[in-house]
């Protein structure tokens, strides 16, 4: 079995924003709260030129060929899609959202995408404003405390904070996430 390598890659944010929009049940509703957007990359070592080698760009275009001629697998509940990862369908914020866990150095790893936005919706109980059910999203979450080995292995979808717990790789908007966080303390 294979630890995965981890990291998120900031794309965009939204800073002109404030806590009402991002909890419910919130006392400072009017302070600023800003919203990062990241993806996820899981690395098997493909950076390597060696291990590259026997790929090449029409592998990966390959890929989609086979995504548009209905040859790709799509899953509908949990399920393990390689070694050391897996997809868990959480309720809540929108219908079909999943998270994934992916078993990395540090242990097992969720990123959590939009079934937790933030740290606070996981650890102090307030939910995303924007919400299909309620009780979804409060049991998702509680689903990805149940799915991480550790707090700090919740990777939330949109949180600045999480850049202050991972290490800076190649650019100022990468972080990896694998080698797991350094001063997380729960909100």
Same mark, same amino acid.
């Given at each position: 079995?294979?630890?995965?390598?981890?990291?998120?890659? =900031?794309?965009?944010? +939204?800073?002109?924003?404030?806590?009402? %929009?991002? #909890? !419910? #049940?919130?006392?400072? /509703?009017?302070?600023?709260?800003?919203?990062? $957007?990241?993806?996820?990359?899981? /690395?098997?070592?493909?950076? %390597?030129?060696?291990?590259?080698?026997?790929?090449?760009?029409?592998?990966?275009? %390959?890929? #989609? +060929?086979?995504?548009?001629?209905?040859?790709?697998?799509?899953?509908?509940?949990?399920?393990?899609?390689?070694?050391?990862? *897996?997809?868990?369908?959480?309720?809540?914020h929108?219908?079909?959202?999943?998270?994934?866990?992916?078993?990395t150095?540090?242990?097992?790893?969720?990123?959590?995408?939009?079934?937790?936005? $933030? $740290?606070?919706?996981?650890?102090?109980?307030?939910?995303?404003?924007?919400?299909?059910?309620?009780?979804?999203? $409060?049991?998702?979450?509680? *689903?990805? =405390? +149940?799915?991480?080995?550790?707090?700090?292995?919740i990777?939330?979808?949109?949180?600045? !904070?999480?850049?202050?717990?991972?290490?800076? *790789?190649?650019?100022?908007?990468?972080? +990896? !996430? %694998?080698?797991?966080? *350094?001063?997380?303390?729960?909100?």
């Amino acid at each position: 079995m294979s630890a995965w390598q981890g990291h998120a890659i =900031k794309y965009a944010d +939204r800073n002109a924003r404030t806590r009402a %929009d991002s #909890f !419910l #049940f919130d006392d400072n /509703q009017d302070a600023p709260h800003a919203m990062d $957007y990241f993806i996820w990359l899981l /690395q098997p070592c493909m950076c %390597d030129d060696t291990l590259r080698a026997p790929y090449t760009s029409g592998h990966v275009c %390959d890929a #989609f +060929r086979r995504l548009y001629s209905g040859k790709v697998r799509f899953y509908q509940g949990d399920a393990q899609v390689a070694d050391g990862v *897996t997809v868990h369908c959480i309720g809540g914020h929108s219908r079909g959202l999943e998270a994934v866990r992916v078993r990395t150095q540090s242990g097992w790893m969720v990123l959590a995408s939009d079934a937790a936005h $933030y $740290y606070e919706n996981v650890f102090l109980n307030k939910p995303f404003p924007i919400v299909v059910d309620l009780k979804d999203m $409060y049991d998702g979450v509680e *689903t990805l =405390k +149940r799915l991480a080995s550790d707090p700090g292995l919740i990777i939330p979808g949109h949180e600045p !904070l999480g850049r202050q717990f991972f290490p800076q *790789t190649l650019a100022s908007n990468i972080r +990896r !996430l %694998d080698v797991g966080p *350094t001063g997380f303390t729960l909100p």
